[in-house]
């Protein structure tokens, strides 16, 4: 069960808005029919389980399958329908799964071409594999400029990866439309920078940096802490001048997290949808999956698998991916099975 703090005065219920969901039980577990929801009935925060709320029966029925759209400059993601696909496109030389196989930017471009079936596709040019040193904010331009440029032409929704307020300014003007950030808007440049240019911005928890975010990471409750977190950087970015309908989250998986928190985080996945914002998941290729399985980076594709359809299955609204189009089958099939 997540934390079921009342929403902050001003944010809901002005003018009797919709109905919403703000904490619901985990549903793996055995009394989950017997534990409380919290919901904004457009008003006041009321709590019950399903059977007291029953009033509310067919917002609590759809809230597995609502439909959100969030705005990018020129276009909407759909959200709710299916579950959608980000490529990883990473120019990086260090990336700890695919580092150096597109770090050149026709290389990288062709790669992000042949990505077709790929509903976003996310291009860094700084790896935050375990461990990685930082790169100047010019090198990191002069790696994904031209990369987010000739993608854009081509059509393509881009995202830039970037905790770097210069990066993503660049990043915005050559054509990306989107904001991942592994820092959840730690530098309020780059808040400001993102509501400057009204994209989208996606949340990501980390325990430290990359630099130290795996050196004997402990949790308490894994998942009520992140949750918190997201909470509070959430609050931190409507404050910054980014509108909520702009805003995603990602629980960080495999960011300063142990195996078993990745995998408690997977199991308990639909707790961030108390977040009321699209939830992003990034397992690909992850050290927990080798770990689990015993399997080297380029061996872990059917884990990767696995991971994302019990992802979807858990509510996951966009998953973030290298082979596009095997895991957009695992995606289309865990979502007819919903």
């Given amino acids: 069960m997540t934390s079921s703090r009342r929403s902050p005065p001003g944010r809901a219920g002005e003018g009797g808005h919709a109905p919403r969901v703000l904490s619901a039980p985990n549903p793996a577990l055995p009394q989950a029919s017997r534990l409380p929801w919290v919901i904004h009935d457009g008003r006041r925060v009321r709590t019950g389980?399903?059977?007291?709320?029953?009033?509310?029966?067919?917002?609590?029925?759809?809230?597995?399958?609502?439909?959100?759209?969030?705005?990018?400059?020129?276009?909407?993601?759909?959200?709710?329908?299916?579950?959608?696909?980000?490529?990883?496109?990473?120019?990086?030389?260090?990336?700890?799964?695919?580092?150096?196989?597109?770090?050149?930017?026709?290389r990288a471009i062709a790669a992000g071409r042949?990505?077709?079936?790929?509903?976003?596709?996310?291009?860094?040019?700084?790896?935050?594999?375990?461990?990685?040193?930082?790169?100047?904010?010019?090198?990191?331009?002069?790696?994904?400029?031209?990369?987010?440029?000739?993608?854009?032409?081509?059509?393509?929704?881009?995202?830039?990866?970037?905790?770097?307020?210069?990066?993503?300014?660049a990043a915005f003007a050559a054509g990306a439309r989107l904001l991942n950030d592994v820092s959840a808007l730690a530098d309020p440049d780059l808040a400001r920078e993102a509501a400057r240019a009204k994209v989208p911005v996606i949340l990501m928890h980390m325990k430290g940096t990359p630099r130290t975010m795996q050196e004997a990471p402990e949790y308490r409750d894994v998942v009520a802490e992140i949750v918190d977190f997201l909470r509070e950087r959430l609050e931190g970015a409507l404050s910054a001048g980014i509108s909520r309908a702009r805003i995603l989250v990602d629980p960080g998986i495999g960011f300063g997290k142990r195996p078993e928190h990745n995998l408690e985080i997977l199991r308990r996945l639909e707790e961030f949808r108390s977040l009321g914002?699209?939830?992003?998941?990034?397992?690909?290729?992850?050290?927990?999956?080798?770990?689990?399985?015993?399997?080297?980076?380029?061996?872990?594709?059917?884990?990767?698998?696995?991971?994302?359809?019990?992802?979807?299955?858990?509510?996951?609204?966009?998953?973030?991916?290298?082979?596009?189009?095997?895991?957009?089958?695992?995606?289309?099939?865990?979502?007819?099975?919903?």
């Fill in 49 to 106: 389980t399903a059977g007291q709320l029953k009033t509310f029966a067919a917002l609590l029925r759809d809230y597995r399958r609502r439909l959100i759209t969030v705005p990018y400059p020129g276009g909407s993601l759909k959200l709710g329908r299916r579950t959608l696909v980000m490529g990883i496109l990473n120019v990086t030389p260090d990336s700890f799964s695919d580092g150096g196989v597109h770090f050149d930017a026709d």
């Fill in 114 to 169: 042949e990505m077709t079936e790929a509903d976003v596709l996310d291009v860094g040019g700084e790896s935050t594999r375990p461990g990685a040193e930082s790169v100047s904010a010019d090198e990191e331009i002069r790696r994904v400029e031209p990369v987010v440029r000739g993608l854009a032409r081509d059509g393509r929704l881009v995202s830039i990866d970037t905790t770097k307020s210069a990066v993503a300014r």
């Fill in 277 to 338: 914002r699209p939830v992003v998941v990034g397992t690909s290729r992850k050290s927990f999956i080798g770990r689990v399985l015993g399997r080297e980076v380029d061996e872990r594709r059917d884990g990767t698998s696995a991971t994302v359809a019990a992802a979807v299955l858990r509510g996951a609204d966009l998953v973030r991916v290298h082979e596009v189009r095997e895991m957009a089958d695992a995606a289309r099939m865990a979502d007819r099975m919903k």
